[in-house]
């Protein structure tokens, strides 16, 4: 069997000034990269701003095993399904973060026979743009340091700096660190951290904004630190805004790509789930649902992580609704979540599959919560057994959703047809979606809300430090706003050690904090780190390139 790279490499891509004709698309709509990508610009949204916006589909997934589940394969799989029915889609990606790329988890290019093109450049460096978010985050670190060392006129408080430096890799080395060291000339010495790239408010901000000025002006909201009387220091009092948004004038440009099969792709922005709010930017969606008749984009791991803040802050800050939702499973996974080791999913296992798909149950009915018609696309893997794919089909019946047996991995396309006819049945109906708690709820209510809806929680407790962030959020106008909680992905629960779909506990929340330039809270449950580590054996240990510049190893 061919490698995800052996695949990608032999294809043959059509030049991205075809994707763009095909499309509509004027010279003047978009930017190339080179033959195979291309920026787009606001003539093209401009032009379409009166098009009837498409049919948005929402791809989401059960709690993952470590090695992921092929949400994405799925997506772009059924975005190349639906051409083969006669249906404009386009899809709307997030980017891969260089850490899972070189740690354990894969890029978010797909995989098999449904992948977006050209891989190797998505994956690692692709247009720039996390470097630009990572350039532009550290300029913001560095003007706070510089003013505290340069007289610090604000009265900056070095303990109280709300934001961290940032680099798009997995350094769990870097996670606190002690900055400034090295005498006078060389800074005031405090206590610092790192955060990777995709956990910065800059890159949720990015992903939030609707245009260049309205990320600007995010940018000059974000809370940097306080002063030593307790006051708030903002981004704009360091004008920071300015320059920071002119690094990012040419990333704030959805790209544009290709499918193996040539169905056009837009990928933009790439926050984690767990850490962040999971979804590609609000920009990339737009555009996808103007040039298409379907838009078809994912949220980051399970529904109760990407899927619960796509529809509670996403959907609810842009104001978009999703006509329908993809609820994507996996034997293996459930096997997972029914209690066997990772490394043993691949052998047939009805005992633990039938412990474990409870877990498919509960996103089943989170998703119903939020008014959307759902359907499960099983997808299946060469070592699924009959006996489990019938177990599968015959839980869903019973649970009264649709579902769809998924081989695109394996097929392309063609393996995605049933599940495209269906999603289109089902996106046409009328939708009655509704977020999951409405905007003027208190902070706790919407925790408690999320806790006891969407994890199946019996309660919150706070820490004294949550409590004391919560009054500081409050005093600063934040209680409006939209909560975002960064937990573990293996587990509906904050302890990644209770799987399947676990009761009697209670989520802790350790700490909160205003992400005011994105537009949302978040609340820290667990133990869950904004600085992944490397695993014993990382990716990065089997990719290689050769003198000729091909790349081998990578997935």
């Known amino acids: 069997m061919l490698s995800d790279i052996e695949i990608a490499q032999q294809a043959k891509l059509k030049p991205i000034t075809q994707i763009a004709a095909e499309l509509g698309l004027h010279d003047e709509d978009f930017e190339p990269y080179g033959r195979y990508k291309a920026k787009l610009n606001d003539c093209l949204y401009n032009r379409l701003s009166s098009k009837k916006d498409a049919k948005l589909i929402l791809v989401t997934a059960i709690n993952p095993t470590p090695a ?32 899972p790329v070189f740690g354990i988890k894969g890029g978010a290019a797909g995989g098999g026979y449904a992948q977006v093109l050209p891989m190797e450049e998505i994956n690692l460096h692709f247009t720039g743009d996390f470097h630009a978010i990572t350039s532009a985050n550290n300029l913001l670190c560095a003007l706070l340091d510089n003013h505290i060392q340069q007289g610090n006129s604000l009265g900056i408080d070095p303990r109280r700096v709300q934001i961290s430096r940032c680099m798009d890799m997995n350094d769990r080395q870097l996670r606190g660190v002690i900055d400034g060291l090295g005498g006078k000339t060389s800074g005031v010495p405090r206590q610092d951290s790192f955060c990777i790239t995709v956990a910065t408010e800059v890159m949720a901000a990015f992903c939030l904004a609707s245009d260049l000025m309205d990320l600007k002006a995010r940018l000059g909201r974000i809370l940097v630190a306080y002063t030593f009387s307790g006051e708030p220091v903002y981004a704009k009092d360091l004008k920071a805004e300015g320059a920071m948004a002119a690094l990012l004038k040419d990333a704030i440009k959805p790209n544009l790509v290709q499918t193996l099969e040539g169905t056009p792709a837009i990928i933009h922005g790439g926050p984690f789930a767990n850490i962040a709010h999971g979804c590609n930017s609000v920009r990339a969606t737009r555009f996808a649902m103007k040039l298409g008749d379907y838009c078809i984009t994912e949220a980051g791991f399970g529904s109760d992580l990407g899927a619960e803040k796509f529809m509670d802050i996403k959907c609810r800050l842009a104001g978009i609704k999703p006509s329908a ?20 999913t691949a052998n047939e296992n009805l005992d633990a599959l039938r412990k474990g798909i409870v877990n498919l149950g509960a996103h089943i009915n989170i998703l119903k919560k939020f008014g959307l018609p759902v359907i499960v696309a ?26 769809s047996l998924c081989e695109v991995f394996a097929k392309g396309g063609a393996g995605g047809v049933d599940l495209a006819e269906k999603v289109c049945k089902l996106a046409d109906k009328v939708s009655s979606f509704h977020p999951i708690y409405p905007d003027d709820a208190p902070i706790k209510e919407k925790i408690e809300t999320i806790c006891r809806e969407i994890y199946g929680a019996d309660g919150v407790d706070y820490s004294s430090k949550a409590e004391k962030s919560l009054l500081e959020i409050e005093a600063l106008g934040g209680q409006h706003l939209p909560v975002c909680i960064a937990k573990t992905q293996y587990s509906l629960s904050d302890n990644p050690k209770l799987l399947g779909r676990p009761t009697g506990f209670r989520v802790s929340i350790r700490d909160l904090k205003l992400n005011n330039g994105a537009g949302f809270v978040v609340a820290y449950a667990g133990d869950i780190l904004t600085m992944p580590g490397l695993p014993k054996h990382p990716a990065a240990e089997n990719i290689d390139v050769d003198s000729k510049g091909n790349i081998t190893g990578l997935f």
Do not use: Q
């Not at 994405?72 to 973060?97: D, H, Q, Y």
């Not at 939702?325 to 043993?344: D, H, M, Q, S, W």
């Open 378 to 403: 099983i997808n299946r893997f060469e070592t699924d057994s009959e006996r489990e794919l019938s177990f599968m089909e015959e839980y869903c019946r019973e649970n009264g959703a649709e579902f």
């Open 325 to 344: 939702a993809v609820l994507v499973a996996t034997a293996r996974a459930l096997k997972y979540n029914g209690g066997i080791p990772k490394a043993e």
């Open 68 to 99: 992921g589940e092929g949400k994405t394969t799925v997506s772009i799989g059924l975005a190349e399904a639906m051409a083969k029915i006669g249906k404009k889609a386009v899809l709307a990606l997030r980017e891969p973060s260089l850490g």
